[in-house]
């Protein structure tokens, strides 16, 4: 007879599923899940990171035109700012200098009667060169055509050796500082001799009649 161990007794097989544990299913659930239809989730996400990419750029782009169009506006207001700033140093030295045209004109009547020499010519030349250095320029000369934006007629008479209006005498010179005209040339101007090209005409029509010699004698 084969003897048995009092109080033990053999157990039959269990399947290893029922071996595991409640969380250990739980797990394995939890990784059914997941290994689950996880394609559309994902397209989902990607377009959401798409959009938002989008929206990023669009402000990007909106910044960027933003910094330009007040780059722009910034270079507008220099270049404004510096003419203005040109303008008014025109101005002042303009209104400076015409308080010295009497002065200047003294210094040219002195030299045109050879009264500019010695310590007075060197005054003289001393003052015409400082105003030369801000930029201030004389103009007028006899001979020159009559121009009423520059010149300002004082004196009129008519003359038979000229073909248009002409300054014939420069009384007192214009002053200009670049395009701007302090002083215009005060000037005495001498148009063509009224009837002159009449007369002339009528000289070159007379000539064929003389050649004539008048109606001939029957």
């Not at 409640?22 to 377009?47: F, N």
């Not at 209104?95 to 007075?120: K, M, N, Q, T």
């Not at 002409?166 to 001498?190: K, S």
Request: proline share 7%.
């Amino acid at each position: 007879m084969t003897e048995e161990t009092p109080g033990f007794e053999e157990q039959p097989d269990v399947p290893s599923e029922a071996a595991k544990t409640p969380d250990d299913a739980a797990k394995g659930a939890g990784s059914a899940d997941k290994a689950g239809p996880a394609g559309p989730a994902g397209d989902l996400e990607q377009v959401a990171l798409q959009a938002q990419l989008d929206q990023v750029r669009t402000a990007l782009n909106e910044r960027t035109a933003d910094l330009q169009r007040l780059q722009a506006e910034y270079q507008n207001y220099r270049r404004r700012v510096e003419r203005d700033r040109v303008t008014v140093k025109e101005i002042a030295v303009a209104s400076l200098l015409s308080e010295l045209l009497p002065v200047l004109d003294d210094i040219g009547r002195a030299r045109d009667h050879g009264e500019l020499v010695g310590g007075f010519k060197s005054v003289g030349d001393s003052v015409e060169a400082v105003v030369a250095k801000l930029g201030l320029q004389q103009f007028g000369k006899e001979g020159e055509p009559f121009d009423p934006l520059i010149h300002e007629a004082l004196m009129h008479s008519y003359a038979p050796d000229v073909t248009e209006t002409t300054c014939v005498q420069i009384l007192q010179p214009g002053y200009r500082i670049g395009e701007r005209t302090i002083r215009p040339a005060r000037v005495a101007v001498a148009e063509p001799q009224p009837g002159a090209a009449a007369g002339k005409g009528e000289g070159e029509t007379a000539a064929p009649d003389e050649e004539s010699g008048g109606p001939e004698e029957g």
